[in-house]
């Protein structure tokens, strides 16, 4: 039964609605192998044993009476410990909200439970989705399923982990400058974030809000694409969500790539790229010219300040956003004789060292003095990055590249250097402050037999060619039928 595990959401789905499995028979099967390799992965910081069971007994119930199989009917899926749950608690991987129950669900976690899905628990990150390794949690490290001496990427670390080593059948991850996409690469699945906007962000524990997106990570693209179906749309409660029809995305499976014109920028391959990546991604490239894809190479000029822009504008929404965690409404609260102790107390002990780092210089660049010095330029900085993509694809339809500019590091390799850390998602983080959509599929391996990530980035809502493309690729290479061996 342990080999059900395995399942992608569509194949799961036809065993299902033939009769071949019962959703109690998959549920089962995902939390033993969860028992099994967990203890060792820590890919999870609340696994719902009890209430998954239970839900797929009323759902098989229901299938017996008559009950339609709908997209997600029995599907166990577990999303970031940052999506609101109601009754099960939702703690960010921070002290500050360790013990913190909602009374509501996300919107995305809602749409998820309408077509059936099951909750089978909730994964680890780094401590508000603030870093690019999970080794920022205030419970446990995450470990990669293909070498666990190394990372598996971050934040969403523990969602793209637990889909690599089969601990659901799919996931959900957050997306404020690479976080679903370079924890996908590293772990060999795959990641989309969609058009900021295209999801809702309600109920969803905020980072940088003009950044964040929601998005899935899965064992293949038309996992990809069923999932985007569901959560994708117009939220009435997230004013920043668009109101724009969504498209079937399965639809684009299968349509080849044929005349396709893929833009190649010459920035992404430079002397920081890892040796064994570039190979493996350039290899990739010839594969989708093979596939009937035109390859042009095309310049982004303002990538050189990506970094230093995202660096600025993030740290500066997550002071905003985080200053609501006061000891005073919820969450952690440590006692004191007066109000102002009280807030530095449970500031101090609830946030780890990151997530201080950030609000620090978040409130350094919004103070008097230092606003139109760095935040104002830093905006500026933006638009010009923004530019130089919507500039680009007035001649290309997509554009390709590595996901990150090396393979999963070690753990603690880069624990004490903040800024090399921060160097690692230079690839990722201008799609986020263009708001644009984008894919990491796996594309191969690197040194050390490590997973590679081949990066996909579309036109704004254009998701439709992202995954067109992605599936193109995918149907024509055997990396997404590997799995890593861990018994």
């Known amino acids: ?14 065993k299902i609605k033939s009769g071949t499995i019962s959703v109690t028979e998959l549920t089962q099967a995902v939390l033993n192998k969860i028992d099994q390799l967990d203890p060792r992965l820590g890919c ?4 719902c044993r009890e209430q998954a069971l239970c839900r797929a007994r009323e759902i098989d119930n229901q299938i017996a009476k008559g009950s339609p199989v709908k997209t997600l009917t029995g599907i166990p899926i577990a999303p970031k410990d940052i999506y609101l749950t109601r009754g099960i608690r939702t703690t960010c991987a921070s002290n500050i909200l360790r013990d913190f129950v909602p009374t509501y669900n996300a919107t995305v976690i809602d749409r998820l439970l309408e077509q059936g899905a099951i909750l089978i628990g909730k994964t680890n990150l780094d401590e508000f989705a603030m870093g690019s390794s999970t080794e920022n949690s205030c419970f446990h ?3 990669n399923p293909w070498d666990l001496s190394r990372v598996p990427g971050g934040s969403s670390g523990g969602s793209a982990a637990a889909v690599s080593a089969h601990l659901c059948i799919a996931s959900t991850g957050t997306d404020t400058g690479g976080s679903i996409r370079q924890p996908a ?18 109920g969803t524990v905020a980072y940088a809000s003009s950044l964040d997106q929601m998005g899935p990570i899965t064992k293949d693209v038309e996992d990809a694409a069923i999932m985007l179906n569901t959560i994708a749309g117009k939220d009435s409660k997230d004013s920043t969500s668009i109101d724009r ?3 079937d995305y399965t639809l684009s499976l299968g349509r080849g790539i044929q005349g396709l014109k893929i833009g190649i920028p010459r920035e992404f391959f430079d002397s920081a790229i890892n040796a064994d990546v570039r190979t493996t991604v350039e290899t ?29 504008i993030a740290p500066a929404e ?8 006061d000891g005073v409404r919820f969450g952690l609260r440590k006692k004191s004789a007066d109000l102002h102790d009280m807030y530095t107390q449970t500031k101090s002990h609830g946030f780890g060292a990151e997530v201080q780092r950030r609000i620090l210089a978040g409130t350094y660049v919004l103070s008097s003095g230092y606003y139109d010095a760095y935040y104002i330029s830093a905006q500026k900085a933006r638009t010009l990055i923004r530019n130089d993509y919507l500039a680009a694809f007035d001649t290309v339809d997509i554009i390709a590249g590595p996901v990150a500019p090396t393979t999963a590091f070690k753990l603690g390799e880069m624990t004490n250097d903040p800024l090399k850390m921060y160097l690692s998602d230079i690839l990722t983080l201008a799609v986020n402050l263009s708001g644009l959509p984008a894919m990491s599929i796996p594309c191969g ?12 980035i579309g036109k704004p809502f254009d998701e439709e060619t992202l995954i067109r493309t992605a599936h193109a690729y995918e149907q024509s290479t055997e990396w997404h039928r590997i799995s890593p061996e861990l018994g």
């Open 185 to 202: 690469a590293h772990c060999s699945v795959v990641g989309l974030k969609p058009t900021y906007g295209r999801v809702s962000r309600y």
């Open 44 to 47: 999870y910081i609340t696994v």
């Open 141 to 143: 490290c995450t470990k």
């Open 445 to 456: 391996f690197g040194d050390h037999n490590l997973p590679v990530g081949l990066q996909l």
């Open 318 to 325: 997550a002071s905003a956003n985080l200053a609501r965690y």
């Open 1 to 14: 039964m342990s080999e059900l595990a395995r399942l992608t959401i569509h194949e799961a789905n036809q």
């Open 245 to 247: 029809p969504v498209p």
């Open 284 to 312: 990739a490239m010839r594969q989708l010219e093979a596939l009937g894809a035109k390859i042009i190479e095309i310049t982004l000029p303002h990538t050189k300040y990506v970094v230093a822009t995202y660096y600025i």
